[in-house]
């Protein structure tokens, strides 16, 4: 069977450029078709509590009382077998490995978002703070890692797109980014932009497609105000030899080495799972 053109991409020096640059790229589309739609199947599936396998999700799971919250589930490709195909996917791990300049991609964890669609009601419940992922991954000892985030839908700002700040990966880890819940964009806006130029750049995806993001990108959403959900699946992926860095900060994901991990241990066991080699 001959490999579809869209999965024969592969990454420009240009494309590495924008990367390096903005903090961000856009891919082509990544996933046909089929896909999209078994994994809009998959997201109706993980919200009713329908799991793949005898096992369980990481965390406690139960829907937010509040239908206009945003529904987030990390490491879906435990209990669905859809995420684990897509978020384990060798070709994105390649196209990850050529931004990152490394050899080996690992999942670090994945999630699933659903962004509720609110119309014009007077809320901001969907919308996603101003962050940067390493601000919650510090345990990780290298910063250079990379978020991807697949559009199972046309996404633009009506629909709560998510936004970069360009050129924001070259800020350094900014004390307190950790603002992905705090759902009040300009009171965070100002607490993270200092005195540097705050560009807002919208990523603009037909369905398939992904952005790319750099650990340190700033990036956050607004309210979806269509009639209709807004949903996706991000992996969040690491380069070869990304280690425990210890006392710095807690995740999920310290445990998952074992009970007496060892500062520099590399996140290298099946939690971790191997997209991609060279
Ligand atoms: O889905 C969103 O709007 C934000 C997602 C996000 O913060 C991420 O993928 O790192």
Known sequence: MSI??????????QDKEIFERDGYWI????????????????????WSGDWDGDGEPMNYFRLHPNPDAIRKFDNG???????????????IGELAAD???????????????YKPGVGDKP??????????????????????????????????????????I?????????PESDGFFNQNMEELKEKYAGDREWIEEPCILKAGQASFHHGLTFHGSGVNRTNEPRLSVVAHLMPQ??????????????????????????????????????
Not at 27 to 32: A, E, G, H, V
């Open 241 to 278: 030899g990304t280690g425990y860095r210890p006392r710095v900060q807690r995740h999920e994901n310290v445990r998952l080495l074992g009970p007496r991990p060892v500062k520099g241990q590399p996140f290298a066991n099946e939690y971790f799972p191997v997209l991609y080699k060279r």
């Open 99 to 113: 931004l990152l300049d490394t050899n080996e991609i690992r999942l670090w964890h994945d999630q699933v978002i």
């Open 123 to 164: 809320t901001r419940d969907g919308n996603v703070g101003w962050h940067q992922d390493y601000g919650y991954w510090q345990s990780s000892d290298n910063s250079n890692m990379v978020t991807v985030w697949i559009a199972l839908q046309d996404t633009d700002i009506s629909n709560g797109a998510m936004m970069t």
């Open 4 to 13: 579809p053109a869209e999965r024969q991409y592969k990454i420009t020096p």
């Open 77 to 91: 490709w435990w209990i669905n077998d859809e995420v684990r195909t897509v978020v384990t996917d060798p070709f």
């Open 27 to 46: 891919s082509p589309k990544l996933i046909d078709d089929d896909q999209i739609e078994r994994l809009r199947r998959a997201h109706d599936r993980i």
């Open 166 to 174: 360009l050129g924001s990966n070259h800020w350094g880890l900014v």
